[in-house]
């Protein structure tokens, strides 16, 4: 386990502000080498209160430059805002950081991986990592789904045969969600692009017996509250975890690339369903978690997939906590 207080690129007064140790948040973004697009180590642990967090790194998808990522945005754009947060600009760095929470006796896991190179062939990391890190498959009590997209959800399934991963797991997910993408009509509505997804969504998820469905504000477990962050998809949620006064929001893909969308949050991706919508909530959520001091975590964060926001105009500034 590598301790936050004292592996950090950050200084130590930021490091204490973004993990609870300190008050008001006193912002100042530091300058920093690039980012290694492969984390040195595959998981890291930290507290939330009395809640134990484990990041665990599933793998990365390196994705070639494309000029319809980001509607009316060029790949000049988009290398120049890498650049700037110290990333590197050969192709788009996409990582996958799944969370899993220890509380009150039971072992909580925040959306389940793409599985064993079901989404990228170099995502592939997450059994041997959640091993590593202590943590057995089959100890899993509850996932928490924020959506249906395949980096979220597709290890649920073994690849090939699409069995359930985690057959005796709570699965929790908004309603919303689980209703669109399993509605009979749906498939027939999708682009062609994401019909595949939508397939084996539709034949394999209304099998299983172990969903539970949720409304937006319940509290899904004691000390965890679902909240609606639509856009992205029509029912993608954010998790706000709860221990004493320490909170943490798991925010999903509010915000998939803090180096592009924290300066430039009115850019719209080419994976928002509804690129207004998506804006809206990355400012509504955003804005929550500077207020109130909100620690968060996001999967698509450089790993260990978390860090600090500040308000900066009408943008943010974001500093990623690296290890």
Known sequence: MFSMTRRTLLGTTLAATAFGL????????????????????GFYKYKVGDIEVTAIYDGIWRKPHDPAFIKDVSVDDTKAALAKAGLTTEFMPIPLTVVVLKMNGKLIMMDAGSGVGQW????THLPANMAAAGIDYKAIDTIMISHFHPDHVWGLMEKGTNAPVFP???LIVNATEYNWWTDPSRLGKLPEGRKPAGKRIAENFPKWKNWKLVDDGAEVVPGIQIIAAPGHTPGHSVYLANSGKEQLMISADTMYVPALLAPHPEWQGSYDQDGPTAIATRHKIIDRVIADNIRISGSHFPFPGTGVFDKDGNAYGFTPVQI
């Open 22 to 41: 300190a008050g008001k948040l006193e912002f100042s973004r530091p300058a920093f080498a690039e980012t290694p697009v492969e984390p040195s180590v």
């Open 120 to 123: 990228q062939t170099n995502a």
């Open 168 to 170: 005796n797991a709570e």
